[in-house]
């Protein structure tokens, strides 16, 4: 493990209290640390081999582990050198249902000081499927509950009717996961509780970064667009009147394979969409 400094990312913990001391990570210095949560959904329509396509949905328990750099990246421009403090992150995704790895991942959030547009922050990500990408966002601070707003996963397939048949897989109800509107489920998960205030860091590929894949995936069923929220939240604990750290977070790639039906030259954008509810261990 990276040795962090000791003028960075220093947190006190009393009485159950968490309260940032000094840091140079801004509003990226709560995700430090490791982070599990067994109320993970993934929802992914893919290509099926037979013509069509199949809908996965997937509840699946997840570890974050997010690590500091003990100093900034330099950046050396013209000017001045920009100094980029820096998290590693990677993450395992096992299914629920009998143990399967999912999903891994590894890469990094930024935060961009002296950034020339009016994006603060970075998460860079690459997964073994054949795709990296390069996502900008920002911040900001909300008291009470985080602002979570609905999101859809229908396939987006151009103007007019659905063909009869494509929304039906998405309208079967499952329990514990609402499939039409994920974020719901993430709401369902806070309904108890008492949050004293929340982080909310989102990111796009869509502001100024972008999605490379291997051409096996352009091919077949492209990734062309990511954006996330993370909902980092201060929560009172009930037992002990003190307070925890909770990370909730939603995102969504959008992948497009099979033509549209009115406009064949372009292809359907079928939400791929991940939800999950974690605690800092």
């Known amino acids: 493990m990276l040795k962090v400094s000791s003028n960075i990312a220093q947190t006190l913990r009393l009485g159950g209290e968490v309260s940032e001391t000094t840091s140079m990570f801004g509003p990226l210095t709560d995700l430090i640390g490791t982070w599990v949560g067994n109320k993970g959904w993934n929802l992914v329509a893919v290509p099926n081999q037979k013509g069509g396509f199949l809908l996965l ?11 500091p750099l003990s100093t900034p990246t330099p950046n050396r421009g013209t000017d001045i050198i920009q100094q980029v403090p820096t998290l590693l992150y990677s993450l395992s995704v096992h299914s629920n249902v009998d143990g399967s790895l999912l999903h891994a991942e590894n890469g990094t959030w930024l935060l961009l000081p002296n950034c020339p547009s009016d994006f603060s922050i970075a998460r860079q990500a690459s997964v073994p499927h054949g795709d990296s990408l390069l996502a900008l966002g920002g911040s900001s601070v909300t008291a009470g509950p985080p602002p ?15 063909p009869f048949g494509y929304t039906d897989p998405y309208l079967v109800p499952m329990q514990g996961f609402n ?26 590929t869509a502001n100024q ?8 995936i352009t ?19 009930p037992t002990t009147g003190g307070t925890f750290l909770q990370l909730q977070y939603s995102q969504t790639s959008m992948i497009e394979f099979i033509p549209q039906f009115h406009d064949p030259s372009k292809l359907i954008q079928w939400p791929h969409v991940n939800i999950n509810t974690m605690v800092k261990q």
Do not use: C, H, R
Not at 57 to 67: D, R
Not at 148 to 162: A, E, F, N, V
């Open 57 to 67: 949905v997937q509840p699946y328990t997840e570890t974050l582990t997010i690590t």
């Open 219 to 237: 091919k077949n069923a492209n990734t062309t667009s990511f954006e996330a929220i993370f909902w980092i939240e201060t929560v009172q604990n």
């Open 148 to 162: 979570i707003q609905p999101i859809s996963t229908l396939p987006i397939t151009g103007p007019g009717q659905m």
């Open 209 to 216: 970064g972008g999605i490379s894949n291997i051409p096996f």
């Open 179 to 204: 499939k039409i509107n994920p974020n719901a489920t993430l709401l369902d998960a806070i309904s108890g509780q008492t949050i004293i205030s929340s982080t909310n860091i989102s990111v796009s």
